[in-house]
């Protein structure tokens, strides 16, 4: 176990704000990088040699639903609404509290072991969720639950006074109305006033679809971008999932807004829902940062994919290869989803920034003839989540050499399984 101080020797390093390799050592004390460079080594510190590895900003996860890895591979293939309404909705009833503690444990497993430091959650029994995550050290956003009249606001008020904040600032808090379509108006509003009075940011799913707009024409008599705009919600931190209908008169109209969008591009297409104008959103200067969505509906939970996808994505669609590089899907990947997500000194390397750092090993065969000047496009091209060899969160190891620190694998991955199989009882045949 390494203590408070820890010098990285013989780093080399990504800075993803300067777009540049660095190379020197990497000094951490308290969970914050306190000195980059050359320097003379401070005394009674616990070494590690970062030799052979190139060290990241650890990936942040700005949207999913990580007790849904108990439906990973449970609805398959079906369209969006039979998809969420007769597979998903219905399973999900019968979870209970310890499932969603179990369940949040495989998915942080899961995303530790890829490189993710730091996630957004937006589900129910939340509580669980932040026991998980005190146990494992990992970081989070936990954005209750929200819909109909009042579904989850209580919950989301509890979870605020108990946990925004909370282990030393590991834990925040937001509040998560479903979508316009699955919240009444009287909650929306709700939910605005409690947000801007507690100062916490609001995540919901807008514009998943383009049939979003006929049910929140019928449900509220305006489209959803005039709703949310006459609640005020243009005036609050918003962050929104997905937009993949958005068109390019509300792209302009929400560059006014306090506005981040998170971009989940392999659930929207394995979901039919289309794809994001993500080049078209930066253009007009809204920030994107990127998520996995559920393991219901990508089913991974890896960033790794995600990076690689979103600039792909762009260049194919609009037809050119020079838009969206991979120094801005990095961006995405980390810094633009910490900024998001509230935390001000997170995702890249800088000192007095937070040690949230992801090691990649540089002896893997497609990383064979990587310079520095082209290190980006190698990591985002070509690595995945064989790579990551330590993952540190604020300044503490949770995993190392193919090893979690802090989590009894085996142990977690048998109580999941023995849920999963206990639910097949009642499993609904599709």
């Known amino acids: 176990m390494y203590g408070n101080s820890i010098l990285i020797e013989n780093a080399t390093w990504i800075s993803v704000s300067e777009r ?27 070494l590690i040699d970062g030799e052979g590895c190139c060290i990241l900003p650890g990936f942040v996860n700005a949207h999913t639903h990580s007790p849904m890895v108990l439906l990973r591979g449970r609805a398959e293939d079906l369209p969006f609404r039979r998809w969420l309404e007769e597979a998903i909705w219905p399973r999900e009833r019968f979870f209970s509290r310890e499932d969603i503690y179990w369940a949040s444990l495989l998915a942080i497993m899961e995303m530790i072991k890829s490189g993710i430091t730091c996630f957004l959650d937006h589900y129910f029994y939340l509580d669980e969720v932040a026991t998980a995550c005190q146990e494992t050290g990992i970081r ?44 009444d108006r009287s909650l929306l509003k709700k939910v605005r006033e409690e947000a801007l009075k507690r100062e ?20 509220h008599g ?45 659930s929207n297409l394995k979901l039919g829902s289309g794809i994001a104008p993500v080049y078209d959103l930066i253009s007009n200067g809204v920030d994107v940062a990127l998520g996995t969505d559920g393991a219901a509906s990508n089913n991974s939970l890896s960033m790794w994919g995600e990076m690689k996808l979103a600039p792909l994505l762009q260049k194919g669609v609009l037809k050119n290869a020079t838009i969206i590089s991979a120094w ?52 985002v091209y070509s690595g995945r989540e064989s790579d990551v060899l330590k993952v540190m969160v604020k300044g503490r190891l949770l995993y190392e050499n193919g090893r979690f620190l802090t989590l009894d694998e085996d142990f977690i991955k048998k109580e999941v399984f023995r849920r999963m199989k206990a639910m097949e009882e009642g499993e609904i045949k599709l």
């Not at 925004?164 to 937001?174: F, N, Y």
């Not at 990947?333 to 990649?360: C, H, N, P, Q, Y």
């Open 20 to 46: 540049k390799v660095k190379r020197g050592r990497i000094w951490i004390e308290d969970g914050v990088i306190r000195k980059l460079g050359d320097f003379d080594p401070p005394e009674g510190v616990d």
């Open 222 to 266: 305006e489209d959803p971008l005039s709703l949310l705009q006459s609640l005020g919600y243009d005036e609050v931190p918003l962050i929104a999932v997905h937009l993949t209908s958005i068109n390019r008169e509300e792209v302009k109209k929400i560059s006014h807004w306090n506005i981040g969008v998170v971009h989940c591009p392999t």
């Open 328 to 379: 801005e899907a990095l961006e995405m990947a980390t810094f633009k989803g910490a900024k998001m997500l509230g935390f001000d000194r997170l995702g890249d390397i800088r000192e007095g920034w937070e040690a949230d750092l992801v090691f990649l090993n540089l002896d893997s065969i497609h990383y064979v003839g990587a310079r520095e000047e082209d290190m980006a496009y190698f990591i």
């Open 200 to 219: 916490l940011k609001i995540h919901l799913h807008l514009l998943e679809r383009e049939d979003e707009r006929d049910a929140c024409l019928k449900i």
């Open 140 to 183: 989070a956003v936990l954005a209750v639950g929200m819909g109909g009249r009042s579904y989850g606001f209580k919950d989301g008020i509890y979870m605020a006074e108990k946990w925004h904040g909370a282990l030393d600032g590991r834990i925040r808090v937001a509040f998560g109305p479903h979508s316009v379509y699955m919240c």
